[in-house]
């Protein structure tokens, strides 16, 4: 493709000779493969990256005494009940069966209008907050490095009052994959404060009579 | 005045250099290339918007299949000098009272994950192909008589101390056996996990906000 042989004029008289041949190879279709070849690796390689997403839990610590876990306040408290095929259950403050009545479990999915809409409503300040930090940034009013970033957003979602503290409880029947959805709700919602507990006995007695 | 001719010249790119140029790219790729370690059992991880990259290096991961077996991995480290896998296998053969030679230790390091009892372990190691191996792997006990995987973690803490766990789960796997594994390894002090997950994106921006 690339060669255009030009064939010699005006060498009619004379002996016939052979035909000469180019003696160069044609490289061309090899580039083409390497082409090919390189950019499949590159592709591949790239992709295959995993990516993780972390998650920390408290320390479980035997000795530790009742009094010193810490206090949350009912009023941001928002559980969060993972049930058999995918559903969530969810009901605001505290189930104590010595304070009568108990909360009513909402039930509610996995969808924009689900558990989304529940998160977001309570914890509209720090969204809007976070949003509008990272809106300033894009648009380019605000020129900082990526850990100043992450660094400032850290601090807000630390200094935040008035968002949920959210427990997720999952049942045993629940599949991995909701965990990992609720969790990463969270981080779509950017909700500062949440924890993966266990249920209690008294949301197993609300779980039964749950509308399914 | 006859026109002076330029001599009609073949407009030939000489590739050679461009070939060069290309042979040393792809030597350098295929090098530098991790390819993904064969696993024992197929795991669609469930989706994502974490963009944290998994560490290549000093991790221990735990993979769960749909139906709950429980497979485990373990690398030699950054150094592979440090041949961690080997002393893994060689403190578990201590623990279970199998002696291993020092050709299967080596053997060992060289493989990816596995998920089997202890006592098959060295018909595992001196398996000729990757089909015998794939018959013998049939989950790590978990029982709470014969708790292998409790050992697997201990020691691989023991081994080497810097290592992270990563919990690779198919989404469909059910919570209790992960629920089982986190609490298996809250008790050996690790209380950091990385979830393997599936990059997806999803936007929620200031117009989704409820009025």
Redesign the interface.
């Known amino acids: 493709m690339a060669e255009i042989i030009v064939e010699e004029k005006g060498k009619k008289s004379g002996k016939r000779r052979p035909k000469k041949h180019s003696t160069r190879i044609d490289m061309t279709p090899m580039v083409d493969l390497m082409c090919l070849l390189i950019t499949f690796f590159m592709l591949t390689t790239a992709f295959s990256k995993a990516k993780v997403m972390v998650i920390t839990m408290p320390e479980k610590d035997q000795n530790q005494d009742k009094k010193d876990q810490p206090q949350i306040s009912a009023a941001r408290t928002l559980n969060i009940i993972l049930a058999e095929d995918d559903r969530i259950y969810y009901y605001k403050g505290m189930a104590d069966p010595k304070k009568p009545p108990l909360p009513t479990l909402h039930k509610t999915d996995f969808s924009k209008d689900g558990i989304r809409k529940v998160l977001l409503e309570m914890n509209k300040d720090l969204f809007k907050k976070i949003a509008e930090y990272r809106d300033k940034r894009l648009t380019g009013k605000l020129v900082v490095a990526d850990s100043t970033a992450d660094n400032e957003i850290k601090r807000m979602k630390k200094d935040d009052r008035k968002g949920p503290i959210v427990l997720i409880k999952a049942d045993e029947k629940a599949k991995y994959k909701d965990i990992v959805n609720i969790i990463d709700e969270m981080a779509i919602c950017n909700v500062a404060s949440y924890a993966v507990v266990d249920l209690n006995s008294v949301e197993l007695e609300m779980l039964k009579t749950a509308p399914k | 005045m006859p026109k002076i001719k330029a001599p009609?010249?073949?407009?030939?790119?000489?590739?050679?250099p461009?070939?060069d140029l290309?042979?040393v790219?792809?030597i350098f790729?295929?090098l530098?290339?991790?390819?993904?370690p064969q696993e024992a059992a197929p795991i669609t991880?469930?989706?994502?918007?974490?963009?944290?990259?998994?560490p290549d290096n000093d991790i221990m991961t735990i993979f769960?299949s749909k139906d709950g077996l429980i497979f485990f991995n373990f690398d030699n480290g950054k150094d592979t000098s440090t041949h961690f896998r080997s002393k893994l296998l060689a403190k578990m053969g201590e623990q279970y009272k199998i002696t291993f030679t020092p050709k299967e230790l080596d053997k060992f390091g060289k493989l990816a994950s596995f998920g089997l009892p202890i006592k098959d372990m060295k018909t595992f190691i001196n398996a000729q192909d990757s089909k015998e191996r794939d018959a013998l792997q049939k989950g790590i006990p978990t029982d709470s008589t014969d708790n292998q995987l409790a050992w697997w973690i201990r020691s691989a803490r023991l081994t080497n101390q810097f290592a992270e766990v990563?919990i690779?789960?198919?989404?469909?796997?059910?919570?209790?056996?992960?629920?089982k594994i986190?609490d298996l390894l809250?008790?050996n002090k690790v209380?950091?996990?990385?979830?393997?997950?599936?990059?997806m994106k999803?936007e929620?921006?200031?117009k989704?906000?409820?009025k």
Do not use: C, W
């Not at chain 2, 009609?8 to 050679?16: A, C, E, F, K, Y």
């Not at chain 2, 690779?168 to 629920?179: F, I, L, R, T």
């Not at chain 2, 209380?191 to 990059?199: D, P, S, Y």
């Open positions: 009609v010249r073949s407009p030939h790119i000489d590739m050679t461009m070939v290309f042979s790219l792809l790729l295929l530098t290339a991790s390819f993904r991880t469930p989706p994502s918007v974490s963009e944290k990259q998994a769960i990563a690779k789960g198919d989404g469909d796997a059910q919570y209790k056996v992960v629920k986190m809250q008790e209380n950091k996990f990385n979830l393997v997950t599936t990059l999803e929620v921006t200031l989704d906000l409820p």
